[in-house]
């Protein structure tokens, strides 16, 4: 089983940035590039919702549309890390960040069944962003 750790977040307001950072450990036998990794969060009262997933290997990533051009997720194989850089935040923002990991899950670009939360197995505990004036 993959662990995870979310850090990273934080209060801020309207208009300013973050960057989370999810690490993976107890990565054992495998390559952190054979895992996919998403951003999922929950806000209060909600379900929660993939926010933005990269693909294992050579694959793409997504976003959920009220985030693009505002988020961008990247990975650093050689750190097991994956960051998913926040700007331009706003209200409807603010909810606790998961990080989760799912090992051989390839997907092409733009794919939202990637980003789904019955795709991924395992899962770090949250990080919460808050985002008010």
């Known amino acids: 089983e993959v662990q995870l750790q979310a850090s990273g977040g934080g209060s801020v307001q309207p208009g300013g940035s973050l960057a989370l950072t999810c690490a993976a450990s107890?990565?054992?036998?495998?390559?952190?590039?054979?895992?996919?990794i998403g951003w999922f969060r929950q806000a209060p009262g909600k379900e929660r919702e993939g926010v933005s997933c990269?693909?294992?290997?050579?694959?793409?990533?997504y976003y959920r549309d009220s985030v693009k051009g505002r988020f961008t997720i990247s990975r650093d194989n050689a750190k097991n890390t994956v960051t998913l850089r926040m700007k331009d935040l706003k209200p409807e923002d603010t909810a606790v960040y998961f990080c989760?990991?799912?090992?051989?899950?390839?997907?092409?670009?733009?794919?939202?069944?990637?980003?789904?939360?019955?795709?991924?197995?395992?899962w770090g505990r949250g990080t919460l962003v808050t985002v008010s004036s």
């Open positions: 989760a990991s799912e090992r051989g899950l390839y997907f092409s670009g733009g794919n939202s069944l990637g980003c789904t939360t019955v795709a991924y197995s395992d």
């Open positions: 107890a990565v054992s036998d495998l390559s952190f590039d054979d895992l996919a």
């Open positions: 990269i693909s294992n290997g050579a694959g793409g990533t």
